[in-house]
């Protein structure tokens, strides 16, 4: 059963340009969550998506960042005209209730975004 | 406003002996923790959660301990093995009846354990 996946694993950017990191969930899970990580910090809730639905984005910057998780293929997180602030590991999770009402999120590699 | 706090940043265990990493939280609708390890340019890996209708779960070497009035919960690794130095992060959600709740991260506490 394969885990969560996301590509690219690295991707450099130049200020302004867009930068568009993907995420597969689990399989059978529903729940598709985005994190950012900035260096020597912990991680910080941007999104949760589920199937064409944004449910929570009380994490995501207001302007130019973006986030769909479509009916079919993977979810993917837009941030346009990057800038050097934005460099950081994006990390997306999935996750499923199970029978016993929890809900665990289990987390992928990770997409470390570079802008120069 | 940090709702989530690891207060050591670092800890030095010897092989065999046990880790005690710490978390402090201040959100008292919190109901759910999980602790997750860390490799470099990894993704977290979940390790162990526990309701807060418990004060401990344990599984195999990971016990977690949770101090509801406190605000306070433990993760104890015993015994400690070289291969368990990572950086462990607590997480906390709310709701956790309902799907779909953002997990809140502390800072991280590098373990270092030495052969």
């Known amino acids: 059963n394969a885990g969560v996946m996301q590509n690219p694993r690295h991707l450099v950017r130049r200020r302004g340009q867009e930068a568009r990191l993907r995420c597969s969930p689990m399989?059978?899970?529903?729940?598709v969550y985005w994190y950012r990580q900035l260096p020597e910090e912990g991680l910080k809730f941007m999104v949760y998506l589920q199937k064409e639905n944004i449910i929570d984005e009380s994490g995501m910057p207001k302007e130019r960042f973006s986030a769909e998780f479509p009916k079919e293929g993977p979810s993917i997180l837009r941030i346009q005209q990057v800038v050097r602030g934005d460099s950081a590991a994006y990390f997306c999770?999935?996750?499923?209730?199970?029978?016993?009402?929890?809900?665990?999120?289990?987390f992928g590699p990770g997409t470390r975004l570079t802008v120069l | 406003d940090q709702q989530v706090k690891q207060n050591s940043p670092s800890l030095s265990v010897q092989e065999g002996r046990i880790s005690i990493l710490n978390c402090d939280y201040t959100?008292?609708?919190?109901?759910?923790f999980l602790w997750y390890k860390k490799y470099p340019a990894e993704g977290p890996t979940f390790l162990i959660s526990i309701s807060s209708i418990k004060d401990k779960n344990e599984d195999g070497r990971f016990t977690v301990f949770l101090n509801k009035s406190a605000k306070h919960l433990s993760l104890h690794i015993v015994p400690s093995q070289p291969g368990d130095s990572a950086v462990y992060f607590c997480?906390?959600?709310?709701?956790?009846?309902?799907?779909?709740?953002?997990?809140?991260f502390g800072g991280g506490t590098r373990l270092m354990v030495k052969p």
């Open positions: 997480a906390a959600s709310e709701g956790n009846n309902n799907a779909g709740n953002m997990l809140t």
């Open positions: 999770a999935s996750s499923r209730t199970r029978s016993d009402g929890t809900d665990t999120q289990y």
């Open positions: 959100n008292s609708m919190f109901d759910y």
């Open positions: 399989k059978g899970h529903s729940h």
